[in-house]
């Protein structure tokens, strides 16, 4: 509790959150989770990708992330750049009023500190450099908490992700591949510790509808074109990922298997239509899927999961249904050997479709036993990101915590 003397700790949460990706939506309701049971008397809004959706959404006001609206499309008219350079210095001025506002800033979870997807120095490495540059500047604390990391090739991005970790107040890691990373990129990461994905916070949903048919494979895929130092063979990696992802299918569809097609993300779409173009058959569908929690009740239901996106790997871990990972980063591969499925894991970028059969049939012969394995890690994993939320409340709440601490001392 807040005393009548002391004015509520003000929180921002920052990231590209609200635009569509439901991974990035996930670990802001973790931490909004936490915030609410922990610390309820903190005044919580954010600077985001989609401050619509996330204020509709769970119910904090939120600013948007970027001065100029078409950001994230390419400038190729004169105007356009000049807007969007214009853009960029306008956001100086608006993220250093924004986090001048707030006593700590919370980036929650996600792959900020990495590029295993397209992405360019001046979008969002750009803007999280800004945050942690304003807020060393004016005293907010900001803290990355539970995030990955990757090591970056392009220069400009490498140095601007490197400044982002330097100046923040907190790091925390989902992995230790994450720190690791890091700390090759020349920062000191001795005080930064290794959680777990902020994902695995969330509540399991009930199951409580009927099962679907037996045999169902929920398959994850992916908008997925390669990595930021891969984009001169995207639509390559993209065509062979395609291809082999939709054999696969084909493959399972031809032993009768039902398949429930998932995304991850908007951007997701066109791949799952385009395998259901290519395979035509009533036993494949597609899920709609709005949220981590909508993801997790299709995955609890299903026999087997093979899937592309790291929260659809992490949302079947969690419910505990045998999973194999279509794997495009070391993030998945570190994922599914602490989860004891590194055997489970084929490459995205060369889908083999005769191997991964031959590895998702052992996954299910295997079930009961990798079932076992699921439960008895998901009870590690909990704890840790329960250990996560313990540290931050002692690294940016003191007050709170001292505060807590003493009343537990006076409980008789």
């Given amino acids: 509790m807040t005393s009548a003397d002391e004015s509520p700790v003000r929180v921002g949460l920052f990231g590209l959150l609200g635009s569509g990706n439901v991974g990035n939506d996930g670990s802001l309701e973790a931490v909004l989770g936490y915030l609410r049971a922990e610390h309820p008397d903190a005044v919580v809004d954010a600077l985001c990708g989609g401050p619509e959706e996330v204020t509709a959404g769970y119910g904090i006001p939120a600013t948007r992330l970027h001065w100029y609206r078409g950001e994230y499309r390419t400038a190729s008219r004169a105007g356009a750049i000049a807007a969007k350079g214009l853009g960029k210095l306008v956001d100086v001025v608006r993220t250093a009023a924004w986090a001048r506002r707030h006593d700590v800033v919370i980036v929650p979870g996600t792959g900020v500190l990495e590029t295993t997807l397209p992405l360019r120095p001046w979008g969002f490495p750009y803007s999280l450099f800004l945050l942690c540059a304003t807020g060393r500047l004016f005293g907010t604390r900001v803290a990355l908490v539970s995030v990955g990391a990757a090591a970056i090739g392009n220069r400009p991005t490498r140095a601007l992700t490197r400044w982002s970790a330097r100046l923040a107040a907190y790091r925390s890691y989902r992995d230790a591949m994450s720190r690791d990373a890091m700390r090759a990129m020349g920062v000191d990461t001795a005080r930064d510790e290794v959680y777990t994905d902020l994902v695995f916070a969330l509540p399991t949903p009930p199951t409580n509808e009927p099962p679907g048919p037996p045999g169902v494979v929920c398959v994850g895929v992916m908008d997925f074109h390669g990595s930021n130092d891969e984009r001169a063979r995207a639509e390559e990696i993209h065509r062979r990922y395609l291809d082999g992802t939709t054999r696969f299918v084909r493959a399972l569809v031809e032993d009768g298997r039902p398949v429930r097609l998932l995304t991850g993300d908007e951007l997701d779409r066109p791949v799952a239509e385009a395998i259901l173009d290519a395979v035509d058959s009533p036993l494949v569908t597609a899920a709609e899927t709005a949220s981590l929690a909508d993801l997790m009740k299709e995955m609890a239901t299903a026999d087997s999961v093979v899937a592309t996106r790291y929260h659809n790997l992490v949302c ?7 999973t194999l990972a279509l794997s495009y980063s070391a993030k998945s591969d570190t ?12 490459p995205a970028r060369a ?4 191997r991964l059969l031959e590895q998702f ?11 076992r394995t699921l439960s008895e890690r998901n009870l590690v994993v909990a704890r840790r990101v329960q250990h996560q939320f313990a ?5 940016l709440f003191p007050a709170a915590d001292h505060a807590r601490a003493h009343a537990r001392q006076e409980t008789p």
Avoid: N, Q
């Fill in 316 to 322: 079947a871990l969690k419910v505990g249904t045998p």
């Fill in 335 to 346: 994922l599914m050997a602490e989860m004891g499925l590194g055997a489970y894991c084929h």
């Fill in 351 to 354: 889908v083999d479709t005769a």
């Fill in 361 to 371: 049939r052992e996954l299910e012969r295997r079930s009961a036993e990798v079932r």
């Fill in 391 to 395: 540290a931050l409340t002692a690294a």
